[in-house]
């Protein structure tokens, strides 16, 4: 049995560990034309929140009721910390694949029919494929635009530049991290979105307290703004503004990449190829990460690689995704789970969660909210904004995965002083005469 795998990111390297834990002699092939690591190692996750953390601690330091003083901020440090994180060099995942017995193949590959790739025009031939191929920046068709050296998120995790005036077009969760960095690494910038508010995707109430702190960091954050056209070094909207930079860094969402698989008898919607609850996507064709557009988190293509190294083996395992978590790494951090729609909700303030004034003077705004069914009486979402909501948040993944009782959530004993008391104390607020 030989398997092929396109695509050595993330998604892929945790499908080869999943399988060999299960399958010792299955013959396995990745094929990947960048680094094997992907996207995530080099210039999207690992990079960007090393890039986040100084500034951020600066940040804290000055919310210390003077307790640190003259904290200060070294970009070319900061710079040294994130190459020393996304080190751009993949020979110790290429052992790793090796200790796995599994061979690497660097190339481009193309489908040429069911049952054989074409890689640099060397045909490879297989049993079962997956395919890991990730996605890509997308690049907005605005006039003028392909004759600029625009940034990407990869141009701006290899930077050793601090423009001094940064235009970010796009208020997701990229365009909104890196506009903070650059802000506070010492860029003038300006956050462009063509929507009504920023983290169209997140819950409104974090979205507003995300736009609150990058404007009091200085960021001059235009909502409602089109990108009309590109000139060699500003952008111009549609209602005539001239925005000038010295970067524009592009930041307006991904899409899957699906190049070359036209000869596979796959389905593919404007969001990536379509797959079974088994992550299935034709005979003997799997799809996993970001190249399916369910969710393009690393996590989730680690998720998805799991649940194909099963399914190969034989078990019965469906991919469920109800309770996908997602952090955004801004400060205020912000943390969601499951469905926020609908139901029965409550919020709490984090300024009431006794933990928040042992951390941080003056306290900045902060809550979580739960999202209840109150027929079958389980959370089905959750969102949190403040410190670390990231981590703490986790548990309610795990209670929305499990159906976990809200009678059964609300005797949980939760540690003092943490920010998973908010937890509790929202739970406790549902009207559902609990």
């Not at 625009?150 to 423009?163: D, G, H, K, M």
């Not at 503004?241 to 796959?266: I, Q, W, Y």
């Not at 790494?329 to 928040?356: H, Y």
């Not at 959370?379 to 995965?401: D, F």
């Amino acid at each position: 049995m030989h398997i092929v795998v396109l695509g050595g990111g993330s998604s892929g390297e945790h499908f080869v560990g999943a399988l060999r834990r299960l399958d010792h002699e299955a013959e396995i092939t990745v094929v990947e034309r960048r680094l094997v690591g992907g996207e995530c190692s080099y210039w999207a996750c690992m990079p960007t929140k090393t890039m986040l953390r100084a500034p951020e601690l600066v940040a804290e330091s000055e919310r210390s009721y003077g307790a640190v003083t003259g904290a200060k901020l070294d970009p070319q440090r900061v710079f040294a910390w994130r190459d020393q994180v996304a080190e751009r060099d993949d020979s110790s995942q290429v052992a790793w694949l090796e200790s796995q017995n599994a061979k690497l193949i660097r190339g481009d590959g193309v489908a040429v029919e069911p049952g054989v790739l074409s890689v640099d025009d060397e045909a490879l031939q297989y049993d079962r494929l997956v395919i890991a191929t990730g996605s890509s920046p997308a690049i907005p068709p605005i006039e003028g635009i392909e004759s600029v050296d625009y940034w990407t998120n990869i141009q701006a995790t290899e930077t050793l530049e601090v423009p001094a005036r940064l235009v970010v077009l796009g208020g997701g969760p990229v365009g909104c991290e890196l506009a903070q960095f650059f802000q506070r690494v010492g860029s003038q910038v300006t956050l462009v979105e063509g929507g009504p508010r920023l983290l169209a995707r997140v819950d409104a109430d974090a979205a507003a307290l995300v736009e609150e702190a990058l404007r009091e960091d200085g960021v001059d954050v235009r909502l409602e703004a089109h990108g009309e056209r590109v000139t060699s070094n500003s952008l111009v909207l549609a209602d005539g503004t001239e925005l000038p930079f010295d970067r524009l860094l592009v930041a307006t969402g991904r899409k899957a990449n699906v190049a070359g698989l036209d000869a596979l008898e796959l389905t593919i919607s404007k969001r990536g190829i379509e797959v079974d609850e088994h992550l299935r996507a034709a005979p003997d064709v799997w799809a996993i990460g970001d190249v399916t557009g369910i969710a393009q988190f690393t996590h989730v293509g680690k998720y998805h690689a799991r649940v194909v190294a099963y399914d190969m083996d034989g078990r019965d395992a469906r991919a469920d995704h109800r309770a996908i978590p997602a952090t955004i790494f801004t400060d205020p951090q912000v943390a969601v789970v499951g469905d926020t729609e609908g139901g029965v909700s409550s919020t709490w303030d984090l300024q009431s969660v006794p933990r928040l004034s042992t951390y941080e003077r003056p306290k900045r705004n902060g809550f979580i909210k739960v999202v209840a069914d109150p027929e079958r009486r389980v959370i089905k979402g959750a969102v949190a904004a403040g410190p670390e909501s990231g981590e703490w948040l986790q548990q309610l993944t795990l209670a929305i995965r499990a159906e976990t009782p809200i009678e059964v959530l609300l005797d949980v004993i939760q540690p003092y002083p943490t920010f998973s008391e908010g937890v509790f104390l929202a739970l406790r607020e549902l009207n559902l005469d609990l």
